[in-house]
């Protein structure tokens, strides 16, 4: 997992930018952020960063300032992270002074997603490059292994289409010392809350129970998606291996298994079969382990339901729970489970993401605190054990933001909620309110009403409340007699201290001087 640092005094653009990356590459990066260069620094000084994106604009200090401070760093002895730049298009002159510090990339605001994705990938090859280039520093077992591993998880992932040196490949790898014939398992863990167990603790564990097991292990990798990937001899140990798993209450090592193989172009084949085998691990919730050759006919996909992911987007904020229900359905074709190709699922929940989601947590997110955090959550079926879950989060996740879109429409078309919360606050500003009282007074959901509120007032609940207080506090200073402790009382506050300093917030003076002024209007109307 990568280490990377957002550098950013705007908060929406911090956590934007945080949330776009998490997405696009689940559990590529350990995100950390700061609001400006000062910050950063200590935050790097504490644990350095392979990757930092700093906008150039800052307080205390600024983009360029971080950069120079960075190659500072470098002479230290702390590796340099490779440097991302924020900037507008009126920075563009002043973004030339960092070329010197050989800046990566200059990404323009507003950010857009397909031009960050391109900036982090191209990122992540140069850092693969130069580590390919320490690595060939030390001529070791040790690194002889690794680069065995990547060369392994290279040839594994290429596209099934890619032109391969088969005699190269066999060589980089190793595979002359290769036990044959063999096969392959993709290995995953994951907790019943859905999070993953760590990579290399997960490869650790798997290689200690593998001690205990007959049979050979030729190669061990982790692929591109933290998956652990197993080469071996075909004699049942990944099904013991799982066993004991279970034995030990581990369930949550779900194992794909491919079929025998024994030539250098076996290897990539055998891995893909895997993938498919453990594929229906996730789409069949009473399934921990499968082999290729259980599975019965080939997965299916479909075209990309375009027009029904805009209706459902559509549908949000109409009440009508039942037709979103039931075109969801359709759209991840429920009816043909389980053999429906989890790539199909995967793209239609990225596309629900961003054409509905993403849409909707735009115009309403500041305000939908109570399904913020399944909304992240369902950001990627990664999150979840198994697919069913995943759908179950998605589905009350649709429906509670239908809810809440037809509660703020309803209260935004219809007022009488609003006059009857403010003639509520009229007739008991002089008692401890808050927005909770008010919103069950009127039985709005609290985050409906903070919305709804300030669309009907213009001013928010606890900015209202003042001003009716002080426009009371201002009637009874009329009266001379009246204490201004016994008035601050009187209209709400807690004592005379809170009662003149708000009141100085509002009138621009105290209520005694306030006072005064009146009684002096008075006497000049007098004469």
Same mark, same amino acid.
């Given at each position: 997992m990568r280490n990377l640092l957002i550098v950013d005094d705007e908060k929406n653009i911090r956590f934007g930018l945080k949330m776009m990356i998490e997405r696009e590459f689940p559990e590529a990066y350990d995100i950390r952020m700061a609001s400006q260069g000062e910050e950063a620094l200590q935050l790097l000084r504490a644990q350095p960063a392979d990757i930092v994106i700093t906008d150039i604009r800052m307080p205390v200090m600024d983009g360029i300032r971080l950069i120079e401070s960075l190659a500072e760093l470098e002479g230290t002895g702390a590796a340099k992270p490779v440097v991302l730049i924020l900037s507008g298009y009126e920075d563009f002159e002043y973004a030339k002074a960092a070329i010197r510090y050989q800046v990566k990339e200059y990404l323009l605001k507003p950010i857009r997603r397909e031009e960050l994705f391109a900036a982090l990938r191209k990122t992540e090859e140069a850092l693969i490059r130069q580590a390919e280039v320490d690595s060939r520093m030390a001529a070791t077992d040790v690194y002889l292994q690794q680069l065995q591993s990547h060369r392994l998880k290279e040839l594994l992932e290429q596209p099934e289409d890619t032109d391969i040196d088969l005699a190269a490949a066999a060589e980089s790898i190793g595979f002359e010392a290769y036990v044959k014939p063999f096969r392959v398992a993709v290995m995953k863990y994951k907790y019943e809350d859905g999070n993953t167990m760590n990579k290399d603790e997960l490869k650790q564990l798997v290689e200690k129970m593998m001690e205990s097991v007959e049979g050979r292990i030729s190669a061990s990798v982790l692929d591109g998606r933290g998956r652990l990937v197993l080469v071996g001899s075909p004699d049942g140990q990944f099904e013991k291996l799982a066993r004991q798993f279970a034995e030990r209450e581990m369930d949550g090592l779900f194992v794909g298994i491919s079929r025998e193989g024994s030539r250098i172009e076996d290897v990539r084949i055998c891995?893909?079969?895997?993938?498919?085998?453990?594929?229906?691990?996730?789409?069949?919730?009473?399934?921990?382990?499968?082999?290729?050759?259980?599975?019965?006919?080939?997965?299916?996909?479909?075209?990309?339901?375009?027009?029904?992911?805009?209706?459902?987007?559509?549908?949000?904020?109409?009440?009508? $729970?039942?037709?979103?229900?039931?075109?969801?359905?359709?759209?991840?074709?429920?009816?043909?489970?389980?053999?429906? $190709?989890?790539?199909?699922?995967?793209?239609?929940?990225?596309?629900?993401?961003?054409?509905?989601? $993403?849409?909707?947590?735009?115009?309403?997110?500041?305000?939908?605190? *109570?399904?913020?955090? %399944?909304?992240?959550?369902?950001?990627?079926?990664?999150?979840?054990?198994?697919?069913?879950? !995943?759908?179950?989060?998605?589905?009350?996740?649709?429906?509670?933001?239908?809810?809440?879109?037809?509660?703020?429409?309803?209260?935004?078309?219809?007022?009488?909620?609003?006059?009857?919360?403010?003639?509520?606050?009229? *007739?008991?500003?002089?008692?401890? %309110?808050?927005?909770?009282?008010?919103?069950?007074?009127?039985?709005?959901?609290?985050?409906?009403?903070? *919305?709804?509120?300030?669309?009907?007032?213009?001013?928010?609940?606890?900015?209202?409340?003042?001003?009716?207080?002080?426009?009371?506090?201002?009637?009874?200073?009329?009266?001379?007699?009246?204490?201004?402790? $016994?008035?601050?009382?009187?209209?709400?506050?807690?004592?005379?201290?809170?009662?003149?300093?708000?009141?100085?917030?509002?009138?621009?003076?105290?209520?005694?001087? !306030?006072?005064?002024?009146?009684?002096?209007?008075?006497?000049?109307?007098?004469?």
């Open positions: 891995y893909n079969q895997a993938l498919h085998a453990l594929s229906y691990t996730f789409i069949q919730p009473n399934i921990r382990l499968m082999n290729h050759e259980d599975i019965n006919g080939e997965l299916r996909s479909y075209p990309m339901p375009e027009e029904d992911i805009r209706k459902l987007g559509n549908m949000l904020g109409t009440g009508r $729970d039942r037709e979103i229900k039931t075109l969801l359905l359709d759209i991840f074709h429920i009816g043909d489970m389980p053999h429906v $190709d989890i790539a199909y699922l995967e793209r239609v929940g990225k596309q629900i993401n961003e054409q509905v989601l $993403d849409e909707v947590f735009r115009v309403y997110g500041e305000s939908m605190v *109570e399904v913020l955090k %399944l909304y992240r959550r369902v950001g990627t079926m990664d999150n979840y054990r198994h697919f069913h879950a !995943y759908y179950r989060s998605l589905e009350h996740l649709l429906l509670s933001v239908n809810e809440y879109i037809q509660g703020i429409r309803s209260a935004h078309s219809e007022h009488s909620e609003m006059k009857a919360a403010i003639a509520y606050m009229e *007739e008991n500003y002089h008692r401890p %309110l808050n927005m909770a009282m008010v919103s069950n007074h009127v039985s709005l959901n609290y985050s409906y009403f903070s *919305e709804a509120f300030k669309a009907h007032t213009g001013e928010n609940f606890v900015a209202y409340l003042k001003k009716l207080r002080i426009s009371r506090a201002k009637a009874l200073l009329q009266d001379g007699a009246m204490k201004l402790a $016994d008035i601050g009382k009187a209209v709400g506050f807690e004592n005379t201290k809170q009662f003149s300093r708000v009141f100085k917030e509002l009138e621009g003076i105290s209520p005694h001087e !306030y006072r005064m002024k009146l009684q002096a209007d008075a006497e000049l109307g007098r004469g």
